[in-house]
């Protein structure tokens, strides 16, 4: 299976850099995982909501332009379905076995997903009630990708 995630916004501190290679790394033994990057806009926090709204919107057509028509998009968003770690492997392990060898995480920047990404996602996830930030999503989900094959494959994680 290939796996992509698609942040807006580049990961800055080395420590998140390292631990997301890391689990990247580990994911190598259970599928192909693929990191796209595009530029997020310059968000003040005295943005008006038309403005918020372009900034998401021209964030949301970067995104779109790297997810093929081919990938089943999981958009993480804080409307999405929570589930757990269990039901997660279950998803990832459904949409192999139903044929989708490719899926797509899509992680917005600061202000969320546009409408565009949202309207052309398959589902939407949400981590947790609590809001992270895009680098600690982006975290969060690679380890919960590392924990679900894990929990396929009946091996030990962490308890």
Same mark, same amino acid.
């Given at each position: ?34 990191v796209c990057e595009v530029a997020d806009e310059k968000a003040p926090v005295? $943005?008006?909501?038309? &403005? ?10 970067? /995104? %779109?332009? @790297? =997810? ?17 770690s269990e039901a997660f492997a279950a998803k990832l392990q459904g949409l ?28 939407? $996830?949400?981590?947790? &009630? ?10 969060? /989900? %690679?380890? @919960? =990708? ?14």
């Amino acid at each position: 299976m290939i796996i992509k995630l698609c942040c807006v916004g580049k990961l800055k501190e080395k420590y998140y850099t390292d631990a997301c290679e890391e689990l990247i790394k580990r994911l190598s033994r259970f599928c192909t995982m693929r990191v796209c990057e595009v530029a997020d806009e310059k968000a003040p926090v005295s $943005l008006s909501p038309a &403005e918020e709204m372009l900034v998401k919107q021209r964030e949301g057509e970067r /995104l %779109l332009a @790297q =997810i093929s028509d081919k990938e089943y998009l999981i958009a993480l968003d804080l409307g999405g379905k929570q589930c757990s770690s269990e039901a997660f492997a279950a998803k990832l392990q459904g949409l192999e076995d139903n044929g989708r060898a490719q899926i797509a995480f899509a992680i917005g920047g600061s202000l969320g997903l546009s409408p565009t990404v949202l309207a052309r996602a398959n589902e939407r $996830l949400q981590l947790s &009630e609590m809001t992270f930030p895009h680098r600690i999503a982006r975290l969060v /989900l %690679l380890e @919960q =990708i590392y924990r679900g094959y894990k929990i396929l494959r009946g091996e030990t994680y962490h308890k």
